[in-house]
């Protein structure tokens, strides 16, 4: 078979090309938050949405690529973030009330005194995530992956952890008042702090 490496080449620079213009500009951000505020499978990855304003809530972000933006202190409740790439994205001090991260990536992003009340992170990737001090009061966190998760001093009552893989994650002096199935986490003998 005869390769053609400027031609591989070329559809590299091609794709990367398109999903740069593809990606949206803040003015472009703040004219969908006055109209539709819907950004349902848009590309804002690497953006400051901070600067776009802090209110985000009841806002669609269904299968938006988020991945590397910073939504810092933004309140964004009651918004659909159900299969949202939010990998690597800074949402230290955010405000999810109310909202559904169903099936979202969220590897490696921090959250970091994160509200989170109530929350559903339902089959959610938060693998490595910086989840320390994240204020939980309510939710569902079923089959969810916090494998490698920081969740040291994190406030975790009331959520339901039932099949969600826990190896390797740190939940030491994590409270967990009114939880449900830490008994039935995966790789609980891996975790730090449930002992």
Do not use: W
Request: glycine residues 12%.
């Amino acid at each position: 078979m005869k390769r053609f490496p400027g031609l591989i080449l070329l559809g590299v620079l091609i794709a990367f090309s398109a999903s740069a213009e593809d990606r949206m500009n803040i003015d472009q951000v703040k004219e969908v938050l006055k109209s539709t505020r819907d950004f349902s499978g848009r590309n804002l990855s690497d953006m400051d949405l901070s600067s776009a304003g802090s209110d985000f809530r009841k806002t669609n972000f269904r299968g938006a690529n988020l991945s590397g933006a910073n939504l810092s202190g933004i309140h964004m409740g009651e918004s659909d973030l159900r299969g949202a790439d939010l990998s690597g994205a800074n949402l230290e001090k955010i405000k999810l009330d109310e909202s559904d991260l169903r099936g979202a990536n969220l590897k490696g992003a921090n959250l970091h005194s994160a509200h989170l009340c109530p929350i559903n992170f339902t089959d959610a990737n938060l693998q490595g995530a910086d989840l320390r001090k994240v204020k939980v009061y309510d939710g569902d966190a079923s089959n969810a992956d916090l494998s490698g998760a920081d969740l040291r001093g994190a406030i975790l009552q009331n959520l339901k952890l039932e099949g969600a893989d826990v190896g390797g994650a740190d939940f030491t002096g994590t409270d967990f008042t009114g939880s449900t199935s830490l008994e039935k986490t995966r790789n609980r003998d891996r975790a730090r702090g449930l002992e």
